[in-house]
């Protein structure tokens, strides 16, 4: 993807990333499938713009199970709070497939040495809108989850992402196991209540791909 094609860069110049990039807060690390990226525990200085493929924020109980809180994607970023509150990570950053980072030391800008600069607000009202959309993000997965039956939750999840897209046909980000991981439910459970859903006429699907009639 373009950098500057990125929410976080929004109506930057290619001088002005320039001269951002020129600060030297700026670095790109790849990273294999299934590796980690951030530990849960650290305390970190700098952002993760996802240049390419996906991630995953995951949390691990204390029995060792996995629930994965949220799946990003190319252009997405993560990191932006923890980095500027200085507050240790609740969650680990995982790469759920190859994927390149684009680390942007957050800390570093924020203490001020380049508010002169013309692409400062900029960047600092960027993170303040992406934050804002997280955390309609979040209570969305919160509602989604506060159901007791697997159904409910598969249903408002489903219905979620058919407003997302505006379309009844669309693919979903998770494989079975992660989806499984995201709602907090057993893997088998939900393999049984989809393929209950498919013959009760709800629902058609193939792998990620689903289509919903009702």
């Not at 970190?44 to 994965?68: A, D, P, T, Y």
């Not at 980000?173 to 209950?196: C, G, I, T, W």
Request: hydrophobic content about 40%; aromatic content about 10%; overall charge positive.
């Amino acid at each position: 993807m373009s950098v500057l094609s990125s929410p976080l860069f929004q109506s930057f110049t290619e001088k002005e990333f320039q001269e951002l990039r020129q600060c030297r807060c700026i670095q790109e690390k790849n990273y294999s499938k299934g590796e980690t990226i951030y530990f849960a525990g650290i305390k970190i200085q700098s952002l993760g713009l996802i240049l390419r493929g996906r991630v995953n924020l995951e949390n691990v109980n204390l029995l060792g199970e996995r629930s994965i809180l949220s799946t990003l994607t190319t252009g997405q970023i993560f990191g932006e709070a923890y980095a500027l509150t200085k507050e240790a990570l609740l969650v680990s950053v995982v790469a759920a497939e190859d994927c390149s980072i684009l680390f942007v030391n957050v800390a570093h800008l924020y203490q001020g040495a380049h508010r002169d600069s013309t692409w400062y607000s900029k960047i600092m009202k960027n993170l303040l809108l992406i934050s804002s959309y997280k955390n309609l993000h979040l209570s969305v997965r919160t509602s989604q989850t506060s159901f007791k039956k697997i159904r409910q939750r598969l249903e408002a999840y489903l219905s979620g992402i058919s407003i997302t897209k505006k379309s009844r046909q669309f693919d979903i980000p998770f494989n079975r196991q992660e989806l499984a991981d995201y709602l907090n439910v057993d893997r088998s459970a939900l393999s049984k209540e989809l393929m209950h859903m498919k013959k009760e006429g709800l629902i058609d699907y193939h792998k990620n791909h689903f289509v919903l009639y009702q």
